[in-house]
């Protein structure tokens, strides 16, 4: 039962080129929305998060679009970097007693210099 | 202030063996997660605790898995009996007791198992 869909699998962008991955949920009780990004062998590292109350959050290069109603959200990389060449994975929180993350299938991008 | 820490960092048993993954919480968090990922694939939820009690394990495999958080010491993920199929990353993740603060901000760097 996949409650969090996240595309596209890869993608490649040139260096200064904007990175754009998305996720769709299912389950309208979630209420909290991280984004995260991997390296190789490396455990996965909070990158940016939103709550549902606000469509759009903005961190330095990095920027997520909410849309309640489309229960959608997005990842935007502006300026993209070599240094940016990760795993990045979309998920969703119902807070509460359980406390539990469902990921995303996770994206690979790879920045072209 | 140590983050999440968790070891060994690599493991490598034979089927049938058993495994023991530890995670210490970064320090004043009481809330410990266990997460699986399998290669190529998102982290998989597996088990809650809290200091000497288990929260929500729901997504533990019903047989040859355990964890536990006792009130002295890291958190243990047992596995007896592994097979190839448990060959994975296993990410510990922790949080302080205030609910839903912090929740998924501090990851360890996994144990990867290899079972051959």
């Known amino acids: 039962q996949q409650q969090v869909k996240q595309s596209p699998q890869s993608l490649i962008v040139q260096k200064g080129g904007i990175s754009i991955i998305n996720c769709a949920y299912e389950?309208?009780?979630?209420?909290?929305f991280p984004w995260y990004q991997q390296f190789p062998g490396k455990g996965p590292a909070l990158l940016i998060a939103i709550r549902p109350d606000v469509s759009e959050k903005k961190e330095g290069r990095f920027t997520i679009s909410f849309n309640k109603s489309a229960k959608q959200f997005s990842l935007h990389i502006m300026d993209s970097q070599p240094g940016d060449s990760a795993t990045y994975f979309c998920?969703?929180?119902?807070?509460?007693?359980?406390?539990?993350?469902?990921f995303g299938t996770g994206t690979l991008l790879a920045v072209q210099p | 202030n140590a983050g999440v820490m968790q070891n060994p960092r690599h493991l490598v048993r034979r089927r049938g063996q058993e495994a023991r993954l530890r995670c210490s919480p970064m320090k004043g968090h009481s809330h410990v997660y266990w997460y699986r990922q399998l290669p190529e694939e998102g982290l998989k939820f597996m088990v809650y605790?809290?200091?000497?009690?288990?929260?929500?394990e729901s997504g533990m495999p019903k047989e040859r898995f355990s964890a536990e958080f006792p009130k002295e010491g890291p958190s243990i993920l047992r596995i007896q009996q592994v097979v190839r199929g448990d060959s994975a990353a296993y990410f510990c993740?922790?949080?302080?007791?205030?609910?839903?603060?912090?929740?998924?901000?501090?990851f360890g760097q996994g144990t990867r198992l290899t079972v051959v």
């Open positions: 389950n309208t009780a979630f209420d909290y």
């Open positions: 993740a922790s949080s302080t007791q205030i609910p839903g603060q912090g929740v998924g901000a501090f």
């Open positions: 605790l809290q200091k000497e009690n288990i929260i929500d």
């Open positions: 998920a969703v929180l119902k807070g509460g007693a359980t406390n539990k993350l469902i």
